[in-house]
Nanobody, 124 residues
């Protein structure tokens, strides 16, 4: 599957933004999906994940209660709604897909397909 993340931009602290990740291919609905981010000088980190069914969601502690991951399998798209944004959320955000049932491998980033990333900057 090929992935393309978009929707990043410049947002003031406390603001909101929604990222989208569009996937190509007929089997998107069978993929576990994850969002990750990488800030300058830092390692890539897990942000949020969702299994193919969308029945539950998984979040890093740093974004829990502020970010929401969702997916629309009919549109081959996964979303990341980000609220109450903070300067420390500034990073390049990536989406990724994995073919195995959702488990810890998503959090560790052991995923086979990655999008190109979209920049989020939170600043006044």
């Amino acid at each position: 599957v090929q992935l393309q993340a978009f929707g990043g931009g410049l947002v003031q602290p406390g603001g909101s933004l929604r990222l989208s990740c569009a996937a190509s291919g007929p089997t998107f609905s069978k993929y576990a999906m994850g969002w990750f981010r990488q800030a300058p000088g830092k390692e890539r980190e897990f942000v949020a994940g969702i299994p193919w069914s969308g029945r539950y969601t998984d979040y890093a502690d740093s974004v829990k209660g502020r970010f929401t991951i969702s997916r629309d399998n009919a549109k081959n798209t996964v979303y990341l709604q980000m609220n109450s944004l903070r300067p420390e959320d500034t990073a390049v955000y990536y989406c990724a897909a994995g073919t195995r049932p959702y488990s810890d491998y998503v959090r560790t980033g052991d995923l086979g397909s990655w999008g190109q990333g979209t920049q989020l900057t939170v600043s006044s």
